[in-house]
């Protein structure tokens, strides 16, 4: 069954570095998403990725944070200068059809 | 704010006897509900949606919605403790797409004892 990877699945970082979390879509899927879920809380909307550029963003979506579609599998999410609040889990997804499936998440640790 | 609110439980039930998740949503304008699984560590597992009032059902999972009362149910027959996890309701961003964000509620802890 196609499904959504996401590599690594477990990053720690020092504060200031730049990370880069990395996930394959299902592949005819056409619209891309990066979640968080900071330990214990809500999963919170970070921002959808449609016809290579973004649809749409949250508030937490600052101008840290850049989404990018190198080639025609990859997707990715970049943290410029990591801050320690950004340690979370953060899961990208993809929809096809009206139903968004999760990749299994990368965990970050800002150190 | 648009929120999308979910007893945090947890709830308790016995194996075998039916599981009621409840949720409540702010945003009139959301068109669609979907309700994801989430084991501790995990990624969430979509379970169900749900665009229509009344109710709709999949296997041991019956999903109920009132857009009048602003009101999404999920319903588990015949609970097993593999069931054991957080129940999670979102609700797609009104904009009338089938590719909005999802709002999330904070989750229902379920635990199906033997």
């Known amino acids: 069954e196609p499904e959504v990877t996401q590599t690594p699945s477990h990053q720690v970082t020092q504060m200031g570095q730049e990370v880069i979390l990395r996930c394959v879509p299902i592949?005819?899927?056409?619209?891309f998403y990066w979640y968080r879920q900071i330990l214990g809380q809500k999963v919170e909307f970070l921002v959808s990725?449609?016809?290579?550029?973004?649809?749409?963003k949250s508030e937490i979506f600052d101008d840290q944070f850049s989404v990018e579609r190198p080639d025609g599998s990859n997707f990715t999410l970049k943290i410029r200068s990591t801050k320690l609040e950004d340690s979370a889990m953060y899961f990208c997804?993809?929809?096809?059809?009206?139903?968004?499936?999760f990749g299994q998440g990368t965990r970050l640790t800002v150190v | 704010q648009k929120e999308v609110e979910q007893n945090s439980g947890p709830l308790s039930v016995p194996e075998g006897a039916i599981a009621s998740l409840n949720c409540t949503y702010s945003?009139?304008?959301?068109?669609?509900f979907f309700w994801y699984r989430q084991y501790s560590g995990k990624s969430p597992e979509l379970i169900m949606f749900?665009?229509?009032?009344g109710d709709k059902e999949d296997g041991r999972f019956t999903a109920q919605l009132n857009k009048a009362s602003q009101y999404v149910s999920l319903l588990i027959r015949d609970s097993q403790p593999s069931d054991s996890a957080t129940y999670l309701c979102?609700?797609?961003?009104?904009?009338?797409?089938?590719?909005?964000?999802?709002?999330f509620g904070q989750g229902t802890i379920l635990t199906v004892h033997p």
């Open positions: 997804a993809s929809n096809g059809q009206g139903e968004a499936f």
């Open positions: 592949s005819n899927h056409l619209y």
């Open positions: 990725f449609y016809n290579n550029e973004i649809s749409e």
């Open positions: 945003d009139r304008g959301s068109q669609s």
């Open positions: 749900i665009y229509s009032n």
């Open positions: 979102a609700a797609r961003g009104a904009g009338g797409t089938s590719y909005g964000k999802l709002t």
